[in-house]
Nanobody, 123 residues
């Protein structure tokens, strides 16, 4: 089974930067896609960004395009998301997901999920 653990969340001022990490363990991710989602109380889980483990093709939600960058490090089995120019509306719990299907990975029906890491952006 695939295990995902997020880290790197915290408190940052508006306009600041933060880097999230998603450490993966289990079977190989060579044919997997991985993604970041975020969620606030009372709202549905929202897609943020995704990347193919092999090839590195990336996808972004319109709300974060140009500010967030998703990447991967094969040797460390880790996916990162660099978040710049943060806004208070970016405040949420951020979750890492993985799936054999790139299309399903970009939905709440992805097969594997981490526990989440809190990101808070102050004014």
């Amino acid at each position: 089974q695939v295990q995902l653990v997020e880290s790197g969340g915290g408190l940052v001022q508006a306009g600041g930067s933060l880097r999230l990490s998603c450490a993966a363990s289990g079977r190989t991710f060579s044919t997997y896609a991985l993604a970041w989602f975020r969620q606030t109380p009372g709202k549905e889980r929202e897609f943020v960004a995704a990347i193919n483990w092999s090839g590195g093709t990336t996808y972004y939600a319109s709300s974060v395009k140009g500010r967030f960058t998703i990447s991967r490090h094969h040797a460390k089995n880790t996916v990162y998301m660099q978040m710049n120019s943060l806004k208070p509306e970016d405040t949420a719990v951020y979750y890492c997901s993985a799936d054999q299907s790139p299309s399903r990975c970009s939905t709440p029906q992805a097969n594997y999920w981490g526990q989440g890491t809190q990101v808070t952006v102050s004014s």
